[in-house]
């Protein structure tokens, strides 16, 4: 098992490496760019991402010469200013140095987690990282956790009562939920439940209220559960349908397995047979599951979320970086979860050998 987790360890290097380079070329060709927002921001213009060249000219044209006598410039909205302000910007944000260079230096600095400074926040991405990492964490736990909790034992009951009118019931719940996204069950909670036309109980925006370091530790308990309500419940809305299908299709299975028959056969409670026997072996591939679906809720659902309801995590952040094309902290977030999620798919393996010891990955090839 040692050297199957080494292995898996040393992949994560390639790999990671494999996903900056796809990601850092995609960026070389994206139009906008840092300086083209500083030199809007310079003549109090709104900044066009659509295009990069000056002069009028279509993107994938050369720029039309200067007419006020200036050469001509890669960046839009460059026409008046000062080639030797463009020169400045492009050392300042490291753009004097060909891709393939600034790619390795940024990549060095990685290794380390030297993430660099943000272009526009004025402080170390490493720790604008490290403070939003725990509201992204803690959302992805929570919903997780619910997920759980509600799918396992529903899917038992399913299971159990396959074919009954609670069965059928429950499987049309269960469709309507999967089949509309969790922002949009976001969207429809802030209008009923946070001020939007009816009722105002929960707040919109916020992981915390401003008051929070003043308040006694139960009443911060209550304040932050009572800001992460809606949050947490427009996704579990969603993200319970797949997993209560699985257990109870994994339930159903086992069931019929003739192990089941011997142990009824033998005068065994219906209790002692579901949880003595088969619970064991149907929940092998939902509990080692939860790491993947922890990974998969940080790494989708809740960026939206984040969004929706103003909460400071990663998702919120890259967006944001997305938008400014703050290039230091939109590699970092990736960096970061990327990092983050080929550690968990190891953990998800690890978790298949405590559930069942009879599953060796060492003697994979």
Not at 325 to 342: E, I, K
């Amino acid at each position: 098992m040692l050297a199957y987790i080494v292995r898996r360890l040393l992949l994560v290097i390639p790999t990671l490496f494999g996903i900056m380079v796809v990601n850092f070329a995609i960026i070389q060709f994206a139009p906008g760019g840092p300086i083209d927002f500083v030199i809007a921001q310079i003549k109090g213009a709104p900044v066009d991402p659509t295009a990069r060249v000056s002069g009028g000219g279509e993107l994938g044209q050369q720029p039309k010469p200067d007419q006020g006598g200036g050469s001509a410039s890669k960046y839009r909205g460059a026409r008046g200013i000062d080639p030797a302000i463009i020169k400045e910007l492009e050392k300042q944000f490291g753009f004097d140095r060909p891709p393939l260079e600034r790619f390795f230096l940024m990549m060095g600095k990685f290794a380390t987690f030297d993430f660099g400074t943000s272009y526009f926040r004025d402080r170390k991405v490493i720790d604008l990282v490290l403070d939003k990492m725990p509201v992204s964490i803690s959302i992805g736990l929570w919903t997780t956790l619910l997920v759980y909790l509600i799918s396992i034992p529903l899917g038992i009951r399913k299971a159990v009562r396959d074919g009954s009118t609670f069965d059928v019931w429950t499987s049309g719940a269960i469709i309507f939920g999967y089949s509309i996204p969790s922002f949009l069950f976001a969207i429809l909670l802030i209008v009923l439940f946070a001020g939007g036309r009816y009722f105002s109980i929960f707040p919109l925006r916020g992981l915390v209220s401003d008051n929070f370091w003043q308040l006694p530790w139960w009443q911060q308990a209550f304040d932050y559960l009572w800001h992460m309500a809606l949050p947490i419940v427009s996704l579990v809305i969603g993200g319970f349908a797949s997993l209560t299908m699985l257990t109870k299709n994994c339930f159903l299975d086992e069931i019929n397995k003739q192990y089941v028959v011997t142990a009824r056969a033998k005068g065994l409670t219906e209790r002692r047979v579901l949880y003595g026997h088969v619970f064991r072996n149907a929940m092998l591939l939902i509990i080692a599951g939860f790491p993947g679906a922890f990974l998969g809720v940080l790494f989708t659902g809740a960026l939206l979320i984040e969004i929706i309801f103003s909460l400071d995590g990663l998702g919120l952040l890259g967006f944001e970086a997305a938008i400014n094309r703050d290039y230091p902290v939109m590699f970092a977030t990736l960096y970061t979860l990327t990092l983050f999620g080929l550690l968990i798919k190891i953990v998800s393996d690890m978790t298949y050998t405590i559930v069942d010891p009879r599953i060796d990955f060492s003697q994979r090839g």
